[in-house]
């Protein structure tokens, strides 16, 4: 029997378990809408853009109302204290990579995307599509801290790395800022960083999601 199992059944919490698993389903569906946003945003098909943005929306909102009645059901199940201090660690911080999806959304709503240099166009496509891998990474971190606790930090170590190129890409996006500057309207020069932030702040947040992982897994083996 391994800790992790025991520490669930031992809580009697298999169910609230299942929730946050379907949590983390609903950011993993959220990052990933904004990944086939930006693919249709780069291949000019606006009104598909759209609609998977629309559901960027739907699902971050989803999670958000999951979050609410997992809190509820914590609160009546009279979990011991460390826990459920665990347990609303663990779900605030998923929460926050979804709200940081949304945010991007919004941001990219309001900049005229298409009129962009390919060059910031290109870059900003490839960090979405490493945050959709950073997502992807966390999600297997948590459902090993349940499955197969021993796979823990081989999927943490992934998310790291992908976060790590996140940073990279940013880089490389802000000294491009710099080149194409003449070409851009100033304001729209602030909504892109505001919108690399965004970004980063999604990858970011997966990063600190999984290190609070790693350590309820070292902490209940």
Same mark, same amino acid.
């Given at each position: 029997?391994?800790?992790?199992?025991?520490?669930?059944?031992?809580?009697?919490?298999?169910?609230?378990?299942?929730?946050?698993?379907?949590?983390?389903?609903?950011?993993?569906?959220?990052?990933?809408?904004?990944?086939?946003?930006?693919?249709?945003?780069?291949?000019?098909?606006?009104?598909?853009?759209?609609?998977?943005?629309?559901?960027?929306?739907?699902?971050?909102?989803?999670?958000?109302?999951?979050?609410?009645?997992?809190?509820?059901?914590?609160?009546?199940?009279?979990?011991?204290?460390?826990?459920?201090?665990?347990?609303?660690?663990?779900?605030?911080?998923?929460?926050?990579?979804?709200?940081?999806?949304?945010?991007?959304?919004?941001? +990219?709503?309001?900049?005229?995307?298409?009129?962009?240099?390919?060059?910031?166009?290109?870059?900003?496509?490839?960090?979405?599509?490493?945050?959709?891998? +950073?997502?992807?990474?966390?999600?297997?971190?948590?459902?090993?801290?349940?499955?197969?606790?021993?796979?823990?930090?081989?999927?943490?170590?992934?998310?790291?790395?992908?976060?790590?190129?996140?940073?990279?890409?940013?880089?490389?996006?802000?000294?491009?800022?710099?080149?194409?500057?003449?070409?851009?309207?100033?304001?729209?020069?602030?909504?892109?960083?505001?919108?690399?932030?965004?970004?980063?702040?999604?990858?970011?947040?997966?990063?600190?999601?999984?290190?609070?992982?790693?350590?309820?897994?070292?902490?209940?083996?």
């Amino acid at each position: 029997m391994n800790g992790i199992a025991e520490w669930v059944r031992n809580l009697r919490c298999e169910r609230i378990i299942g929730e946050i698993l379907d949590h983390m389903r609903l950011v993993e569906e959220t990052v990933d809408y904004l990944g086939k946003a930006y693919e249709e945003l780069n291949k000019g098909n606006v009104k598909e853009a759209s609609q998977n943005f629309e559901a960027v929306i739907l699902k971050e909102k989803d999670a958000d109302e999951l979050r609410r009645r997992i809190v509820s059901d914590m609160e009546r199940s009279k979990l011991p204290p460390k826990e459920t201090e665990d347990l609303l660690g663990l779900l605030r911080k998923m929460d926050m990579v979804a709200d940081w999806a949304k945010e991007a959304t919004r941001i +990219t709503l309001i900049l005229d995307y298409n009129s962009l240099p390919k060059v910031l166009r290109e870059i900003l496509m490839e960090i979405v599509k490493t945050d959709v891998r +950073t997502v992807k990474a966390l999600s297997k971190s948590i459902r090993s801290l349940i499955e197969n606790p021993r796979e823990v930090p081989l999927h943490v170590g992934r998310v790291e790395l992908l976060e790590e190129r996140v940073d990279d890409l940013q880089f490389e996006a802000l000294k491009l800022m710099t080149e194409v500057a003449e070409e851009v309207k100033p304001v729209t020069l602030i909504l892109i960083g505001n919108l690399l932030n965004s970004l980063e702040q999604i990858a970011d947040n997966s990063e600190d999601t999984a290190d609070y992982i790693q350590a309820i897994s070292v902490r209940k083996m």
